[in-house]
């Protein structure tokens, strides 16, 4: 597609709920990024996956968050138990390659799912 | 690791230029400085990139310091459509984009 996709747009759940959050990256990007931002606050890292896999998951806050990606396109955030603090917009990017430092490489974001725990 | 730090705020005119400050005093010597904005309910929007020498694209101009501890975006004739907070951003971890809080910039008729 000619922009990253993200769905739903919306979602109210209510705390202990299981959500997914898909995103559908552009077409031909290998690297692919969750963030999670809350009100006032810039995005935060969450995890990356290089084709497949998940390169770092180091932002990820805890084991009831998990990410896959099983064949290197659409990507799923899935979130178990949700609590109220989960509660933010969780924005997905993709880019040709992976970030890195020497190199430039631009990120196409996503508008973002906005997810609201009650 | 490239962490930025920004003001918080900012008023500018519009039909004047806006030029945003960024400190980035730990980059490395490879590192590029990123700019994205986003404007309220919307993703980021990437910008401009730079690594030592000045950049202009259509949407704005960076100016990096010598020392590349420091860098200012540029927005030459600000507009309405202008008002967003924008990030400067580096890498930490190598692959990760650090977004700080950014500067909340308020075009004013």
């Known amino acids: 597609g000619a922009g990253v996709s993200q769905t739903p747009s919306n979602k109210v759940t209510e705390k202990g709920k299981y959500v997914e959050l898909r995103c559908d990256p552009i077409?031909?990007?290998?690297?692919l990024y969750w963030y999670r931002q809350s009100l006032g606050q810039g995005p935060e890292f969450l995890i990356y996956?290089?084709?497949?896999?998940?390169?770092?998951d180091s932002g990820l806050p805890n084991d009831r968050f998990f990410a896959v990606r099983p064949e290197g396109s659409v990507s799923t955030l899935k979130i178990q138990r949700t609590e109220r603090g989960d509660s933010a917009v969780y924005l997905c990017?993709?880019?040709?390659?992976?970030?890195?430092?020497?190199?430039?490489?631009?990120?196409?974001f996503g508008a973002g799912s906005r997810l609201t725990v009650l | 690791d490239a962490k930025t730090t920004q003001p918080t705020s900012m008023d500018c005119a519009e039909g004047r230029a806006a030029n945003l400050p960024c400190n980035h005093s730990?980059?490395?010597?490879?590192?590029?400085v990123y700019w994205y904005r986003q404007i309220h309910s919307q993703g980021p929007q990437y910008i401009i990139h730079?690594?030592?020498n000045n950049e202009t694209n259509e949407m704005a101009s960076l100016i990096i310091t010598e020392d590349r501890k420091s860098s200012t975006l540029i927005l030459p004739h600000a507009t309405l459509r202008d008002t967003a907070v924008y990030y400067c951003?580096?890498?930490?971890?190598?692959?990760?984009?650090?977004f700080g809080t950014g500067t909340s910039l308020t075009v004013i008729p």
């Open positions: 990017a993709s880019s040709l390659a992976a970030l890195r430092a020497s190199g430039a490489n631009v990120l196409t």
């Open positions: 077409s031909g990007h290998t690297a």
């Open positions: 996956f290089q084709g497949t896999g998940a390169a770092d």
């Open positions: 730990t980059i490395s010597g490879n590192e590029y």
């Open positions: 730079g690594l030592k």
């Open positions: 951003i580096g890498l930490i971890r190598g692959n990760q984009f650090y």
